[in-house]
């Protein structure tokens, strides 16, 4: 006997209409902005079963009961004034004017023809979402938060766990709510600028999901700080990159990728004392490496080199313009650096760590500059200032030298 099944195209339309009006409005912002991605582990709390569907006059019906949320499934029963929905195995039962009072992808989304004109009514004919429930759960949270979580000042609003404020970032995103992800991104980025935040000491995993974040959004403040934050503990600090690169990739943040390819290629460098006791280095490749890839380290490696042989005798542009003997602290500036790059100390570092040399130079030079009288007092600032300068430089171009990586 023939059998036949009933296919309704209704849901996944829907879902690509979703689809279709955030990304136009995000073409329209930012370019190639891509569409956010679940990141949170599903709950280990929420009620598992096998699940059985069938099609029945145009709706997808479940033939089991799942777990209600205890907060944000709503009693009241008034008749279309709440929508359904199934995240995970748990209902969500919420104000229906609540996800349609400001146009959003639920706007387009339940305009869009419904041929089960229960869905989104009754538990039996949820709205399906792919979040988790922890996500969704803290973008009603937000919703339904009373006027003074919005307040301007930041010593009047209460404070919010930054594990649900990445979440609210992410969804009100990803749902188009355009005034709560400028909002919330306005709050993720205070959050993220102050020192004593929860930043400070976090693990690489959860560093990963700010930088996913502030890629998504695509602020350039948020990014900036973030990015600031992330170099310093990667260049300085015995920090595992695996889960940040990821992101970095996936997004194109080539100066967060140059750092860390440089790091991995410094590491590999080890000292090597040759007979006229004078100190350099050699690469060690890990095991696994293949010889294309231990090529391109090479190549990298090689390029570092020549960039330092190029800085050692070249220093930083010094100029300021309240300085009436420039060309005198220029010469004075010259011999310093000099002077500084060919100290034993600076030997220490491995020939490609060009940052790891330039950090020792500054601090050796800020002491040599402090005493001396063969410069102005302008001319000395604008010394120092301009070795943080080349750093920053040095910082953005890293990515080049590992182009073929």
Known sequence: MAQFYLFNPTHKLRLLSKFLYCRSKRLLR????PIPLSTIQT???VEYSRTHTALTGGCQVHDKRFARDPDFYLRDEVDGGFLVFLVENTLFKVHRCLLLREPSAFT?????PNLCTEEGRVDAFPVELSDTVEQFRDLLWILYAPPSVFLADRASRPSIPFKRLLNIVELTNKYCFESYASWAVGVLCDVVQDVTGPLRGATPKLLARVLHVAALCDHKILLDVLTRHLISRLLWYDMQPDAILEVAERHRLAKII????YKQLVNMEQPVLWSDNQISSRLVFP???GVERRMQLLAAHNSL???WDRLRVTPPSLCHDRCTGLEGCREAWTQLWIDATGASSISRHGSADVLGRLKAIMMSLRRVLSGTTSMSVPCTLA???SISQARDDIIDGLIDHFVDL
């Open 305 to 307: 080199a020549k960039l």
């Open 108 to 112: 387009d989304m339940f305009a869009f």
């Open 287 to 289: 095991s696994g490496i």
């Open 383 to 385: 010394a120092l200032e």
């Open 43 to 45: 709950r280990d709390n």
């Open 30 to 33: 930012n370019g190639n902005a």
């Open 258 to 261: 140059g750092v860390i390819f």
